[in-house]
C-alpha cells in the first residue's frame, strides 16, 4: 500500500524559492542588510535596499545585479516614509516582505547616556522600524499576504553592559513583533524577528575591537565556537520569508551558534 507523502508537491528548493517576490530591506547597502539582500536575490527575489549613502548603495546594487535597485532615505526622517513607501511600489512594485535592518549602536555606560544618545537610537532602531511597518503594513493586510521581519539582538534576550538604549530598542521590537502579530497575521501577513548573535560586522567589530574581555566572553558563551557570517542571517530571513515558514509568525528566531543558551 503506498502512504501519500505530505510534502511531496513541493522540492526543497520551490518550497524556499523567493521567486516573484519583492523584498524591501533598509540599510541593506552593507553590513548584515547587504547578505539579506544577497541571499534573497539568489532565492529569486526582487529586492530594494534603502540607506543614506548613494554611492554605497550603488556599489552594492552593481554587486547584486540586475534584480535589484535602491532609494536613497535616511530611516529616522519619519515624515518621508509614507512617500519612500509609496515610490516603491510605483517603481518597483508591491512590497511582499519587509526586512527592517537599519539599526545603529552606541556603547556607553548608562549614567553617561544622554537624553540625546538615547533618542537617536530609539529613533533609528524604534520608532522608524514603526513606521515603515505600519506603511508596509497597511498595503501588505490590504492585498493579505507578507512576511515581515525585524532584526533584534542577543541584547533583546539577555542583559549586555553599556547598550542601554539599544537594549531598550530592540527589546521593544520584541514586543511589537507579539503586537503586531496578532493585529496582522489574521490578514496572512506575518510579523517574525531574528535575533542575531555575534555576526562578522563593521558595526559588531568595532563594538569588539578593544574589549579583549568583552571579545571572550561572548565566544565563550558560543557553543559553535566561532562568530557568525552575515549570510546565516540572510538564510534565516530567506527562510522566513517564504513559504516553508508559511505558518511561522509573533516567533523571534536566534541565529547565534547557540550564544543565547550557552553557559
Ligand atoms: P552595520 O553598521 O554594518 O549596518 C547597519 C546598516 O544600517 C548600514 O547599512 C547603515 O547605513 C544602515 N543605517 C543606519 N542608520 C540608518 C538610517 N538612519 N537610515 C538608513 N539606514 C541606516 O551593522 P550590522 O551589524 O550589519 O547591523 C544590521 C542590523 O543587525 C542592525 O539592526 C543591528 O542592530 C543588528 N545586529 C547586528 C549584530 C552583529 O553582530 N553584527 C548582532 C545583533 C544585531
Known amino acids: 500500500m503506498s502512504v501519500s507523502n505530505p510534502i511531496s508537491s513541493h522540492t526543497a528548493p520551490g518550497i524556499f524559492s523567493l521567486a516573484g517576490k519583492i523584498a524591501l530591506i533598509t540599510g541593506g547597502g552593507s553590513g548584515i542588510g547587504f547578505y539579506i539582500a544577497t541571499c534573497m536575490v539568489q532565492a529569486g527575489a526582487k529586492v530594494v535596499i534603502t540607506g543614506r549613502r548613494e554611492s554605497v548603495l550603488q556599489e552594492a546594487v552593481t554587486q547584486l545585479g540586475n534584480n535589484a535597485s535602491y532609494f536613497v532615505n535616511d530611516v529616522t526622517d519619519l515624515k518621508t516614509l509614507p ?30 547616556v544622554t537624553d540625546e544618545d538615547f533618542d537617536r537610537i530609539v ?3 524604534l520608532h522608524a522600524v514603526f513606521s515603515i511597518t505600519r506603511e508596509c503594513g497597511k498595503r501588505m493586510i490590504a492585498r493579505q499576504r507578507g512576511s515581515i521581519i525585524m532584526i533584534t539582538s542577543m541584547a533583546a534576550l539577555y542583559g549586555i553592559d553599556r547598550v542601554v538604549a539599544y537594549t531598550a530598542s530592540k527589546s521593544a521590537i520584541g514586543g511589537m513583533v507579539k503586537a503586531l502579530t ?33 571579545r571572550d566572553k561572548a565566544m565563550d558563551r558560543t557553543p559553535m565556537g566561532t562568530w557568525g557570517k552575515p549570510d546565516d542571517i540572510g538564510w534565516a530571513a530567506v527562510f522566513l520569508a517564504s513559504e516553508a515558514s508559511k505558518f511561522i509568525t509573533g516567533v523571534s528566531l536566534p541565529v547565534d551558534g547557540g550564544n543565547s543558551i550557552g553557559f
Open 83 to 112: 512617500a519612500l513607501i509609496a515610490d516603491i511600489e510605483l517603481q518597483a512594485g508591491e512590497i511582499d516582505i519587509l526586512v527592517n535592518n537599519a539599526g545603529i549602536n552606541m556603547k556607553k555606560h548608562a549614567v553617561e
Open 123 to 125: 529613533q533609528t532602531n
Open 182 to 214: 496578532t493585529e496582522f497575521s489574521p490578514f496572512n501577513v506575518r510579523v517574525n524577528a531574528i535575533a542575531p548573535g555575534f555576526i562578522e560586522t563593521p558595526m559588531m567589530l568595532t563594538a569588539m575591537n578593544g574589549d579583549p574581555s568583552r
